[in-house]
T-cell receptor, first 119, second 110 residues
Framework: GAVVSQHPSWVICKSGTSVKIECRSLDFQATTMFWYRQFPKQSLMLMATSNEGSKATYEQGVEKDKFLINHASLTLSTLTVTSAHPEDSSFYIC???????????????FGPGTRLLVL | QKEVEQDPGPLSVPEGAIVSLNCTYSNSAFQYFMWYRQYSRKGPELLMYTYSSGNKEDGRFTAQVDKSSKYISLFIRDSQPSDSATYLCAMSAGSYQLIWGAGTKLIIKP
């Protein structure tokens, strides 16, 4: 149980284009999903908290208009990197809380990540 | 000072050895403690979850939390080359936001 998928697993795009990354909880419902960014040999950096049916909460320093988040259902959140530039190249990882399970209230289950390369 | 401190390593040990990974923290409000394993170019995988102080064992893995010292540990017995990965500690005060350590890169030599 508690499987989270991400699509695509990797993407290469030209500078100036927009890229959409999907995060799905496959066998549980997730009111809350999280989006992280990870640079090589560094830890996870929380970008935003995605809440189903409401606006996302962004961390300080993360541009809301640059990284658009939509959490339209209990099993799907999307991150759109708008007008991507080479400095946006990174490993993007989503996670979800399995709230129905209850026992692991504070744990997050992670997707496999999406590697973005902007040329 | 970071809220969570974790030695980035790398930590290199021979196969079969007992591995000890540690994190220290400064926020006494943390109640939930987790260890994640991350292979290269993959998302983190939850290994152990502990609430408050104490020990928890799962197979070859043992997690310890000492809240009085603000210190948590993950022990791996009979280490295998497949255990080679980056191990991240994470903790929370109950606000759903996880505070992460930097991760320790572990290398198990055959």
């Amino acid at each position: 149980g508690a499987v989270v998928s991400q699509h695509p697993s990797w993407v290469i795009c030209k500078s100036g284009t927009s890229v959409k990354i999907e995060c799905r909880s496959l066998d549980f419902q997730a009111t809350t999903m999280f989006w992280y960014r990870q640079f090589p040999k560094q830890s996870l950096m929380l970008m935003a908290t995605s809440n189903e049916g409401s606006k996302a909460t962004y961390e300080q320093g993360v541009e809301k208009d640059k990284f658009l988040i939509n959490h339209a259902s209990l099993t799907l959140s999307t991150l759109t990197v708008t007008s991507a530039h080479p400095e946006d190249s990174s490993f993007y990882i989503c996670s979800a809380r399995d709230e129905v399970a209850g026992r692991h209230e504070e744990t997050q289950y992670f997707g496999p990540g999406t590697r973005l390369l902007v040329l | 000072q970071k809220e969570v401190e974790q030695d980035p390593g790398p930590l290199s040990v021979p196969e079969g050895a007992i591995v000890s990974l540690n994190c220290t923290y400064s926020n006494s409000a943390f109640q939930y403690f987790m260890w994640y394993r991350q292979y290269s170019r993959k998302g983190p995988e939850l290994l152990m979850y502990t609430y408050s102080s104490g020990n928890k064992e799962d197979g070859r893995f043992t997690a310890q939390v000492d809240k009085s010292s603000k210190y948590i540990s993950l022990f791996i017995r009979d280490s295998q080359p497949s255990d080679s990965a980056t191990y991240l500690c994470a903790m929370s005060a109950g606000s759903y936001q996880l505070i992460w350590g930097a991760g320790t890169k572990l290398i198990i030599k055959p």
